[in-house]
Nanobody
Framework: QVQLVESGGGLVQAGGSLRLSCAAS????????MGWYRQAPGKQRELVAA???????NYADSVKGRFTISRDNAKSTVYLQMNSLKPEDTAVYYC????????????WGQGAHVTVSS
């Protein structure tokens, strides 16, 4: 059973930075692409960044140029560096397989709460 544990969330002022981490256990991490999602209050969960096993990345337009996804296969961990944060980035952030749904996803973790104040 795969377990995903997100950390690094917090309260930050607009323009600030945070770095989120997602530690994965119970799977062959290096063989899976990974993604970061977020869910703002009252909105659907959306994929904001993804990274392939080879390190290629892609981003949602809303975060492009501000967020950077990376991975450390030796630590089975994926990161999300978030810079120039905006109040609209406020959400709970989760990691999982990119573009997954239902049983195609690993069990969701508790998420990392990010609040950006104006």
């Amino acid at each position: 059973q795969v377990q995903l544990v997100e950390s690094g969330g917090g309260l930050v002022q607009a323009g600030g930075s945070l770095r989120l981490s997602c530690a994965a256990s119970g799977s062959i991490f290096s063989r899976n692409p990974m993604g970061w999602y977020r869910q703002a209050p009252g909105k659907q969960r959306e994929l904001v960044a993804a990274i392939t096993t080879g390190g290629s990345t892609n981003y949602a337009d809303s975060v492009k140029g501000r967020f950077t996804i990376s991975r450390d296969n030796a630590k089975s961990t994926v990161y999300l560096q978030m810079n120039s944060l905006k109040p609209e980035d406020t959400a709970v952030y989760y990691c999982n397989l990119p573009r997954c749904s239902g049983y195609g996803c690993h069990p969701w973790g508790q998420g990392a709460h990010v609040t950006v104040s104006s």
